[in-house]
T-cell receptor, first 113, second 112 residues
Framework: QKEVEQNSGPLSVPEGAIASLNCTYS??????FFWYRQYSGKSPELIMF????GDKEDGRFTAQLNKASQYVSLLIRDSQPSDSATYLC?????????????FGKGTHLIIQP | DAGVTQSPTHLIKTRGQQVTLRCSPK?????VSWYQQALGQGPQFIFQ???????QRGNFPDRFSGHQFPNYSSELNVNALLLGDSALYLC???????????FGQGTRLTVV
């Protein structure tokens, strides 16, 4: 059974600080990793994807991947109240992607003004 | 450029009825996957369609079926609805499998 684990939170971060979100996965053969942001009552929105070990930066967001440790993280710099949402970590498994994305339950992030 | 569109946005059905949900993928995408999201949970994979065939399915009963049309749009059908089928149903499209998947706005299904 493929699993993706996230701390459900809530994670409370002051405005302007760095928010750090973490995710571990069980399928060692996983190749592709994604972070989605989901506002209450809305659908998930893709904000970052990463395929190789190391860091990938896009604006205020940085995704970090460590395949040896089976660990993915998302850093949000200069956090804004509009960043308050649930962040979902998702993984395409080693089945070539045909078995769909496996999601964690999400981390609820609260940015305090 | 239109993104992924789903219809309807909300739906109320009675237990035992059948429902059909529809999805149009993002322009240029050829693969459609369907997910069910219960409150407070991450989306759960139902099945994926590529080249008009079901490629893989998650742990969902045969009451859940689907179809992909030549224009890559897709339908999700659920028969003999149960109260537990109440959820947000999400369609995601991608260019092939194992690449970035983009979600539609979802269909909120309530079974009473």
């Amino acid at each position: 059974q493929k699993e993706v684990e996230q701390n459900s939170g809530p994670l409370s971060v002051p405005e302007g600080a760095i928010a750090s979100l973490n995710c571990t996965y069980s399928d060692r053969g996983s190749q592709s990793f994604f972070w989605y942001r989901q506002y209450s009552g809305k659908s998930p929105e893709l904000i970052m994807f990463i395929y190789s070990n190391g860091d990938k930066e896009d604006g205020r967001f940085t995704a970090q991947l460590n395949k040896a440790s089976q660990y993915v993280s998302l850093l949000i710099r200069d956090s804004q109240p509009s960043d308050s949402a649930t962040y979902l970590c998702a993984v395409w498994g080693s089945g070539g992607g045909a078995d769909g994305l496996t999601f964690g339950k999400g981390t609820h992030l609260i940015i305090q003004p | 450029d239109a993104g992924v569109t789903q219809s309807p946005t909300h739906l109320i059905k009675t237990r035992g009825q059948q429902v059909t949900l529809r999805c149009s993928p993002k322009s240029g995408h050829d693969t459609v996957s369907w997910y069910q999201q219960a409150l407070g949970q991450g989306p759960q994979f139902i099945f994926q369609y590529y080249e008009e065939e079901e490629r893989q399915r998650g742990n969902f009963p045969d009451r859940f079926s689907g179809h992909q049309f030549p224009n890559y749009s897709s339908e999700l059908n659920v028969n003999a609805l149960l109260l537990g089928d109440s959820a947000l149903y999400l369609c995601a499209s991608s260019l092939g499998i194992n690449t970035e998947a983009f979600f539609g706005q979802g269909t909120r299904l309530t079974v009473v």
